[in-house]
């Protein structure tokens, strides 16, 4: 069993930073792929980022790649996505999740097995 917690979530102003944790407990991570989703009001859910189990590789969205990083600590049990110059269109509701064994890039919802419950972020004009 895995519980995923996510952190980091707030208020902050257009253009600025956030760093975003997640935190895993029960079963190890080490061995699996991660990534971010968020979820505006109103919208569908969406890919943000991915990272295999080593943290060797990544994968964004393309309406964050060059303003957000994903990468992780193993040690610590913990993901981060690192989020800068943030736009309101940024606003959601954003989830860390546990993805495939396997190596490669997954955008799809259907490709995690365990989800936190999500932390807020709002960016004002």
């Known amino acids: 069993q895995v519980q995923l917690v996510e952190s980091g979530g707030g208020l902050v102003q257009s253009g600025g930073s956030l760093r975003l944790s997640c935190l895993a407990s029960?079963?190890?991570?080490?061995?699996?792929?991660m990534g971010w989703f968020r979820q505006a009001p109103g919208k569908e859910r969406e890919f943000i980022a991915s990272i295999t189990r080593s943290g060797s590789s990544t994968d964004y969205a393309d309406s964050v790649k060059g303003r957000f990083t994903i990468f992780r600590d193993n040690s610590k049990r913990t993901v981060y996505l690192q989020m800068n110059n943030l736009k309101p269109e940024d606003t959601a509701v954003y989830f860390c999740?546990?993805?495939?064994?396997?190596?490669?890039?997954?955008?799809?919802?259907?490709?995690?097995?365990?989800w936190g419950q999500g932390t807020q972020v709002t960016v004002s004009s």
């Open positions: 029960g079963n190890t991570i080490s061995y699996n792929s």
């Open positions: 999740a546990r993805g495939p064994y396997a190596y490669g890039s997954f955008h799809l919802e259907n490709d995690y097995d365990y």
